[in-house]
């Protein structure tokens, strides 16, 4: 996959097919559009994503909501679909205040060549998103594209996917539930840092992570979780929190425990996919208590995989002991 990042000049010599918006989880509903949007390969059309980078504070004047995704996360799943090129494109003042028209021409028509557009039907764009579906169809002969409009995904309970619902669910630690919404399972992404090396003496060395602190977390406490590495998928149990029994002030982060796993990967980037929540974090009266109970965690994850064995299919069968 090609990434266009932080321009505002951009010229594409080939056609390409383009769908917009923030993609802020690539959950089924936006998985949805990309499936539509990849068909256009068959056109001869590239496919391209576009979206914008997230505006600094000093433009928006608000706090931003934490992000599903990482841009690294995003840029990731892209790739994985089978987008030709993802554009990250500036959101400058320019950009902020410029007609809808104006953006149809200059940037989409203009710039990237695009000679197909797919939307969702409440799709907005623009200077106070006076940009529509209608408007779009009205321009379309203009400037020379096709339309296709894609109904919204839905749920199992027949309400529309969205991020907001996804990121209600995993705020309140329903990880099922914003799997099922997400269609593949929720990932915390990170540099695996030195911690204090406690697991370690219980038997159970772990990986410490430490999110960028846009990216939503769970509520704090311990999750059923895997890890790839090196192509070999690991059952895991992580605590995402702050490691109240230990002495000493950490940062929130994920410790997570690889069943069967003990191989030195500091400084790697690592991503730990979420799976059930298991119990709320606490403080335990001695290092000892602790012990015993991640062994039961660690169980508890085997125990969950055994039921749902298709989740990770391979991941450490029957092999994995701490």
């Known amino acids: 996959m090609r990434l266009i990042t932080g321009q505002t000049e951009i010229q594409l010599d080939r056609p390409c097919a383009v769908t917009l918006g923030k993609f802020d989880g690539v959950h089924r509903g936006h998985q949805k559009l990309i499936q539509e949007l990849l068909k256009s390969k068959d056109q001869g059309l590239q496919t391209v994503v576009f979206t914008f980078l997230r505006p600094p504070k000093s433009v928006t004047e608000k706090t931003s909501q934490p992000v599903l995704l990482t841009s690294r996360e ?10 030709d090129i993802m554009v990250e494109y500036p959101f400058t003042e320019e950009i902020q205040h410029m007609e809808a028209e104006a953006f149809i021409r200059d940037i989409l028509a ?8 797919i939307a969702g039907p409440d799709f907005g764009f ?5 940009g529509n579906v209608a408007l779009l169809e009205a321009l379309a002969p203009v400037y020379g594209y096709g339309l296709q409009v894609i109904e919204k995904a839905r749920s199992r309970d027949g309400q529309i996917i969205s991020s907001t619902r996804v990121r209600k669910e995993i705020a309140e630690g329903n990880i099922e539930k914003a799997n099922e919404l997400l269609g593949y399972p929720y990932t915390v992404t990170g540099e695996v840092v030195h911690g204090n090396h406690l697991g370690r003496t219980f038997g159970m060395p772990t990986i410490n992570q430490i999110p960028v602190q846009e990216k939503l977390l769970p ?21 995402v929190g702050y490691k109240p029994t230990i002495e000493g002030h950490y940062p929130k ?23 059930h929540f298991q119990r709320k974090e606490q403080k335990f009266a001695s290092v ?3 012990r015993e109970q991640l062994h039961r965690d660690a169980q508890n994850s085997r125990a969950y995989f055994e039921v749902h064995p298709e989740l990770i299919s391979g991941a450490c069968a029957g092999t994995c002991s701490d």
Not at 75 to 82: A, F, N, T, V
């Open 74 to 83: 995003k840029r990731s799943h892209m790739e994985r679909l089978g987008v």
């Open 219 to 239: 509520p704090n406490g311990v999750y059923t979780s895997s890890v790839e590495v090196e192509g070999e998928v690991y059952q895991s149990v992580s605590n």
């Open 126 to 130: 623009g200077y106070r998103r006076r």
């Open 110 to 117: 203009g710039g990237l060549n695009m000679k197909k557009v």
């Open 253 to 275: 982060g994920v410790e997570t425990y690889l069943m069967g796993f003990d191989k030195d990967v500091y400084g790697r980037t690592l991503d730990v996919q979420l799976y």
């Open 288 to 290: 000892e208590l602790l």
